[in-house]
């Protein structure tokens, strides 16, 4: 009777949860000693086992689960035995053509017979890097359109004759890609060389490089190889982007390049005293360094604030939408995300003197090159200001500059493919490379 005349007590949730949370821990304390039991066992498992396997070797035998381990390092040297009698069967592979899913060579160089299989099992990031292979070898195999304007008619090519010829890029055209000009370096130090085909002098040289805010792009994007088809060598040329050196080594890369190039030029077929450099953008601004300071004689990387070398065989610098004072860019530019800031290692603000070192304005004197400098008027990424500066500036000190503005928007290879642009930079290479004698031994 006293259960039913106790004061009734109100439900509280509290005190239910309390007693159920402990169950809500018991799979993490099951899971974790099933872990240890298993790890355990094993363990004794593999220390047996190997014990075992010594004991056998001493001459003491045993035996595991019906097995007579001192058997064993007489089985270990039959298979080693047989591996290495099936490894000394050599076959002739020689007639075998291969080729594999994802190709990455152009169709017309895959063995015949052989049909490229549709990708299967590709992530879609692995499916975009191919079909822009793909697209890359169509386009380099594909013929430019001839530039408009005064087109010189007197051809040149190389004196020698070679047989490791991989690519044309027109109908009078060779190219060599994939050239290390520094040995061992990094994949990105190498260049591709177009050159004229059916002449007998050595050819005057073009030295580009590439755009892409010294962050990105590759030697494989030049839009001057038409310049093949009129006379000139062209050499595409790749340099170390900034997600892996700051500043100077893309400068130390073009230098390097430059030397590679004069110290082969018997072996290319080029003439080592008529040599332009060219560029866009990023490009641009390296070609207008190389300018302004010159190159090296040496293939020894060169520290470009320590040795501001001219080079006398430079005849000429045509930089496209490039800047040219990086401390001068702009509110947008002096932040540290920006390609300007990644380039010499931190905000422009605060690296003020790594990037006057970096910027050609800062070096140019009564020594230099001609240059060329085209620019848009709303070139949405770099301001015209910066080449009209650069204009002032080699002007003020007595050098040969051409300012070309085009009105409207427009950067990098847009400009390019204007055919008053492509006139005006066939002419500035022709007055400068073509027009001068050379000095090479025929």
């Excluded at 018991?26 to 899971?31: A, C, E, N, V």
């Excluded at 755009?211 to 030049?222: A, E, L, P, V």
């Excluded at 450099?277 to 293939?299: F, I, K, Q, T, W």
């Amino acid at each position: 009777m006293s259960l039913f005349l106790m004061p009734h007590k109100p439900f509280d949730s509290r005190h239910l949860l309390a007693k159920i949370r402990p169950l809500f821990f018991m799979p993490y304390f099951i899971s974790r000693f099933i872990s240890r039991f298993i790890s355990r066992f094993i363990s004794r498992f593999i220390s047996r086992f190997i014990s075992a396997i010594i004991s056998a070797i001493y001459s003491k035998p045993r035996k595991i689960f019906l097995f007579d381990v001192s058997a064993v390092p007489w089985i270990v040297l039959v298979i080693a035995t047989s591996s290495a009698a099936l490894l000394a069967v050599e076959q002739d592979w020689s007639g075998v053509q291969i080729a594999w899913v994802d190709d990455p060579r152009a169709p017309s160089d895959v063995p015949g017979g052989i049909e490229q299989q549709p990708s299967r099992g590709l992530t879609r990031r692995a499916q975009r890097r191919s079909a822009s292979r793909r697209r890359n070898s169509r386009e380099e195999s594909e013929r430019l359109e001839e530039p408009t304007g005064t087109i010189s008619t007197r051809k040149l090519s190389p004196t020698f004759t070679r047989k490791t010829i991989v690519d044309t890029a027109g109908p009078s055209s060779l190219v060599h890609r994939n050239i290390s000009y520094i040995d061992n370096g990094d994949s990105r130090q190498r260049f591709d060389l177009y050159l004229p085909s059916g002449c007998e002098a050595p050819a005057p040289l073009v030295i580009w490089f590439h755009s892409g805010t010294w962050r990105s792009g590759d030697k494989s994007d030049c839009p001057i190889r038409w310049l093949a088809e009129d006379g000139f060598a062209v050499a595409s040329v790749g340099y170390r982007l900034s997600d892996t050196a700051v500043f100077p080594a893309q400068l130390d890369d073009c230098r390097a390049a430059l030397a590679y190039l004069s110290k082969n030029a018997d072996l290319w077929g080029i003439d080592p005293n008529r040599i332009c450099v060219a560029g866009s953008s990023a490009g641009g601004h390296l070609a207008a360094l190389l300018g302004v300071l010159g190159g090296s004689d040496d293939l020894a990387v060169v520290t470009s604030k320590d040795a501001e070398i001219k080079s006398s065989h430079i005849s000429g610098v045509c930089m496209v939408s490039a800047p040219s004072a990086l401390t001068q860019l702009g509110p947008k530019h002096d932040v540290a995300t920006s390609s300007a800031s990644l380039l010499v290692g931190g905000p422009l603000l605060e690296f003020r003197e790594a990037a006057q070192r970096a910027s050609p304005v800062t070096h140019v004197s009564s020594d230099d090159p001609p240059f060329l400098i085209v620019h848009a008027t709303n070139d949405p990424i770099m301001p015209v200001d910066q080449s009209r500066r650069m204009d002032a500036a080699l002007k003020a000190s007595g050098v040969e500059s051409t300012l070309i503005v085009l009105d409207g928007s427009g950067h990098d290879k847009v400009l390019l493919d204007n055919p008053t642009i492509r006139r005006s930079v066939l002419n500035f290479f022709n007055r400068n490379l073509l027009s001068r004698a050379s000095t090479a031994n025929p």
